[in-house]
Antibody, heavy 124, light 108 residues
Framework: QPHLQESGPGLVQPSETLSLTCTVS??????????WDWIRQPPGKGLEWIAS???????YYNASLESRVTISVDVFKNQLSLNLRSVTAADTAVYYC????????????????WGQGTLVTVSP | EIMLTQSPATLSVSPGERTALTCRAS??????LAWYQHQPGQAPRLLIF???TRATGTPARFSGSGSGTEFTLTISSLQSEDYAFYYC??????????FGQGTKVEMK
């Protein structure tokens, strides 16, 4: 069964960079049938899509975060990464990686598999 | 950006009861809507896509309906494992892909 596992520091200092990795098992980032995404959920709030990437390099970013975010893939390690720069307390959230179904004619649809998430707290 | 509004925020339901959750879109999303179940501490789970197609492994007691701007997730007979948060997602107009704020289904 495919599995996604997020990893990274649980605590980040304000103004620093949050870096997370998602390791994909029993699937391939370069299979071509999916995009790979990051989504977050601040405490007590809803889900917010952050960024999406195809193995070939195409990316999409949430405009509200685009100036601070970089998403990348390492197809050899089969890992997805997220860097979020200049973090503040508002970036405290559970961060999820998710597999995003690529439909016909390049349409990107729904998320069909998620990781368990990792809590990142931004605090001095 | 398409906004999704879920109602109610909390539903109190007894085991075995039928319940319905609503998701309304700020503009038409056709049938490009999915539903997720989320138990805190676990990975969110895809239940429904295409507004009404059950994902692999979704029990038959879950059904989705609607198109355009109004959608419903119905649980025909609530089981103990169904107490969770439920979110809708639109994928008609992107980026961004947007979620509703969620409905919590709790035990009555």
């Amino acid at each position: 069964q495919p599995h996604l596992q997020e990893s990274g520091p649980g605590l980040v200092q304000p103004s620093e960079t949050l870096s997370l990795t998602c390791t994909v098992s029993d699937d391939s980032l370069s299979s071509g049938s999916h995009y790979w995404d990051w989504i977050r959920q601040p405490p007590g709030k809803g889900l917010e899509w952050i960024a999406s990437m195809y193995y070939s390099g195409q990316t999409y970013y949430n405009a509200s975060l685009e100036s601070r975010v970089t998403i990348s893939v390492d197809v050899f390690k089969n890992q997805l990464s997220l860097n979020l720069r200049s973090v503040t307390a508002a970036d405290t959230a559970v961060y999820y990686c998710a597999r995003h179904v690529r439909g016909s004619f390049g349409v990107i649809t729904y998320f069909d598999l998620w990781g368990q998430g990792t809590l990142v707290t931004v605090s001095p | 950006e398409i906004m999704l509004t879920q109602s109610p925020a909390t539903l109190s339901v007894s085991p075995g009861e039928r319940t319905a959750l609503t998701c309304r879109a700020s503009e038409s999303v056709s049938t490009n809507l999915a539903w997720y179940q989320h138990q805190p501490g676990q990975a969110p789970r895809l239940l429904i896509f295409g507004a009404s197609t059950r994902a692999t492994g979704t029990p038959a007691r879950f059904s989705g309906s609607g198109s355009g701007t109004e959608f419903t997730l119905t649980i025909s007979s609530l089981q103990s494992e169904d107490y969770a948060f439920y979110y809708c997602l639109q994928y008609n107009k992107w980026p961004p892909w947007t979620f509703g704020q969620g409905t919590k289904v709790e035990m009555k």
